[in-house]
């Protein structure tokens, strides 16, 4: 038998999922889908203090959905899969915890938008994103039309949609598709050093930064000043919180306990 098409690996409460179909350019086929989807619950399970998203290989991230399988689509099998593709995509977004994308090549089509539903983007130098489906006579369809708006700004967003327009790293890092450029070999050691902080930090706290954050994204702004104010106001009296206030005055570091 081949290697799974989709793996999940620990480093110590770091969880990272890696689409491992490098000859295919990572491509999503349903058993990559079904996997990837399965892992996603895996990890949240096991609770997970941080989770990376990556792929395998020198060339690709994930160089979108497997077009092969797609052309002999009807409508209520196109269905089926942007409704998979939406669930996978907002796993990731409402994942308990930070999700990276460590982008280590062409991130096309649907693996542009798994990237865009991760709270970080880290590029290597290499990376290559775009939103191309329209080449395709489509649309994004997992989340694209939605989340990258929110990134790059409005008009960015519908030139990149409608041109189907690749960007490298640099412009992508300019225009506020990602949050770090960096060498391509050492992608894999900054993505461990910049989890393994994120992991540090209090469990609880960081679930309802999250939280928060993302309710500015499907709230009126009312409502998610509201429900910031709540979640602030109800982490006093944690003992992260009394951990965290106590060290600060006692300039050391914190030991949290979630």
Request: overall charge negative; hydrophobic content about 40%.
């Amino acid at each position: 038998m081949g290697a799974e098409p989709v793996t999940l690996d620990w480093d110590d409460n770091v969880a990272t999922i890696t689409v491992n179909r490098p000859e295919q350019m990572n491509a999503l086929n349903e058993a990559a889908l079904d996997l990837l989807e399965t892992h996603l619950r895996s990890a949240a399970d096991d609770d997970a203090r941080c989770l990376v998203i990556t792929g395998a290989g020198e060339k690709a991230f994930v160089a979108g959905a497997d077009i092969e399988r797609m052309q002999s689509f009807g409508t209520e099998a196109a269905q089926q899969y942007t409704e998979q593709g939406h669930r996978i995509a907002n796993m990731i977004e409402s994942f308990p915890a930070p999700a990276v994308a460590a982008v280590n090549g062409y991130a096309f089509g649907g693996g542009c938008e798994l990237a865009l539903a991760c709270d970080l983007r880290v590029a290597s130098e290499r990376a290559v994103f775009g939103q191309t489906e329209i080449d395709l006579g489509i649309i994004p369809g997992w989340g694209g039309t939605q989340r990258l708006p929110a990134l790059v700004g409005d008009e960015m967003a519908r030139r990149m949609i409608y041109f189907g327009e690749r960007i490298d790293a640099t412009d992508a890092y300019e225009r506020g598709l990602i949050g770090e450029v960096v060498a391509h070999d050492d992608l894999t050691e900054h993505i461990s050093e910049l989890t393994a902080e994120l992991a540090a930090k209090p469990a609880t706290a960081m679930r309802a930064a999250k939280e928060a954050i993302n309710t500015a994204y499907s709230a009126p702004r009312s409502t998610g000043l509201e429900y910031e104010a709540r979640t602030w106001s109800g982490l006093f009296g944690t003992a992260d919180q009394r951990e965290g206030m106590s060290a600060f005055l006692e300039d050391r570091d914190p030991e949290f306990e979630s």
